[in-house]
């Protein structure tokens, strides 16, 4: 069975340019989550989806946006990208909300010049 | 504000050394505590607590939640190299609009 995946593993943008991730969950996982990992802030949440429809949002500007399709694969996008944003993203998966705990991906390693 | 706080941040022992990790919270309407593990990047699963005072347990790593003093434990027996990673803790609740706070972690070392 496979697990959460990731792409791209790794990712050099520019400030200013945008940059969209992208997560295949494990099949039948029907939520996807969204979280920022930095060194000083630890793991920080993004956005829930469940069945193509945002649940919840964390406390991110309106740069950082995300969507799922109908096979749950879900994107997440940050435009006008500052050098804050460099960090590891992770995208985790589980098959019910709330009850069963995530799987995460191998994330998206992404750093701003 | 909900938060979760985890001590302490970084722990170096020697292998055969007994450690134990900390996870206190304030969560509105707390549902469940998770428990992982990074090592280099994707966090993997450990525990699931949702009930006071039931101890879970997988070989040398057990933990245990005390919903009243909003707090759990991971102890880890006889530590090995292989368990020098990071140890998330998350927990859940019913509102705002998060899905798991997680704490900074605790990062362990264990030197052979």
């Known amino acids: 069975k496979a697990g959460v995946t990731q792409t791209p593993r790794y990712l050099i943008k520019t400030r200013g340019q945008q940059v969209t991730l992208s997560c295949s969950p494990i099949?039948?996982?029907?939520?996807v989550s969204w979280y920022q990992q930095t060194p000083g802030q630890g793991l920080q949440f993004l956005f829930e989806?469940?069945?193509?429809?945002?649940?919840n949002k964390g406390n991110f500007p309106g740069r950082f946006s995300g969507r799922q399709f109908s096979n749950s694969r879900s994107e997440m996008n940050v435009s006008t990208l500052e050098l804050g944003d460099s960090a590891l993203y992770l995208c985790?998966?589980?098959?019910?909300?709330?009850?069963?705990?995530?799987?995460f991906g191998s994330g998206t390693r992404l750093t701003v010049v | 504000e909900d938060k979760v706080v985890q001590s302490p941040l970084s722990l170096v022992v020697h292998e055969g050394d007994t450690v134990t990790l900390n996870c206190s919270y304030e969560?509105?309407?707390?549902?469940?505590l998770l428990w992982y593990k990074q090592e280099k990047k994707a966090p993997t699963f450990l525990f699931m607590l949702?009930?006071?005072?039931i101890e879970k347990k997988s070989g040398r790593l057990s933990s245990i939640l005390d919903k009243k003093e909003l707090f759990s434990i991971l102890n880890i027996t006889a530590t090995q190299t292989g368990d020098s990673a990071i140890y998330l803790c998350?927990?859940?609740?019913?509102?705002?609009?998060?899905?798991?706070?997680f704490g900074t972690g605790t990062r362990l070392k264990v030197l052979a």
């Open positions: 998350a927990v859940e609740g019913t509102s705002g609009t998060y899905k798991y706070i």
């Open positions: 989806y469940f069945s193509e429809t945002q649940r």
């Open positions: 099949s039948g996982h029907r939520s």
């Open positions: 949702t009930s006071s005072g």
């Open positions: 969560v509105t309407n707390f549902r469940s």
């Open positions: 985790a998966s589980s098959s019910r909300t709330a009850n069963y705990g995530y799987t």
